[in-house]
């Protein structure tokens, strides 16, 4: 079973720290300040092998030098990307590229569009669900902007690479942009049930 603890980070970004149940190994996801996940690990017993990094923007990678400089053995504990605009990146990833990392499995879904080297994660544990780190390329209710590509390539991204993925699988976003992402779907559909239904689970 994948194990996933949420961390707020910033004005409203996630960080994850990731790991298989009952195991002392994690790896995190865009730890834009990671000292604040380096405390909660160390509270709790937990040794970081590893960062998967969603995409080059500041507020998901600005946290790696930092990083570096906490973890500087690049070999035990690496840092993933799919873009060179990541500062101390040590393995860029293309799309499809399956890994192991603290017992965990790894898959990189390249979803170019927020930015051109932006990468999902798709992590599966020794049982259970798997999961996937969207980024800033799906939100609760809404998809990041295009800033580096077209909306034919969001369209893949979440209608052909992101749904591919088992229904069991568990979402963790990069943002927490649920009740704007609502209300703008509500003024563009407004009858829209599901809108409807989401928005009144906020209230
Ligand atoms: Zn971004």
């Known amino acids: 079973m994948v194990h996933v603890q949420v961390v ?39 040794t970081i092998v590893g ?80 999961v996937v780190f969207t980024g800033d390329t799906l939100f609760i209710a809404g998809c990041g902007k295009f800033f580096e590509g077209s909306a034919d390539q969001m369209h893949r991204n979440l209608n052909e690479i992101l749904a591919s993925l088992p229904d069991s699988t568990l979402v963790y976003v990069g943002h927490e942009y649920t009740a704007t992402n609502l209300k703008f779907a509500e003024s563009v559909e407004p009858g829209n049930q599901k809108v409807i239904d989401k928005l009144k689970m906020g209230n």
């Open 51 to 130: 960062a998967l990094i969603t995409h080059h923007h500041w507020d998901h990678a600005g946290g790696t030098p930092a990083f570096r400089k906490a973890f500087p053995d690049s070999q035990q504990v690496p840092i993933f990307g799919g873009d060179d605009r990541i500062e101390h990146v040590d393995k860029i990833l293309k799309h499809d590229e399956e890994f192991e990392q603290a017992g965990l499995k790894i898959r990189s879904l390249s979803t170019p569009c927020h930015t051109r080297g932006h990468v999902c994660y798709h992590v599966s544990g020794k049982n259970g669900p798997g």
């Open 8 to 46: 707020r980070a910033l004005e409203d970004n996630f960080m994850y720290i990731v790991r298989n149940e009952n195991d002392d190994k994690v790896l995190v996801v865009d730890p834009v300040e990671p000292e604040k996940i380096q405390n909660i690990c160390v509270k709790d017993n937990l």
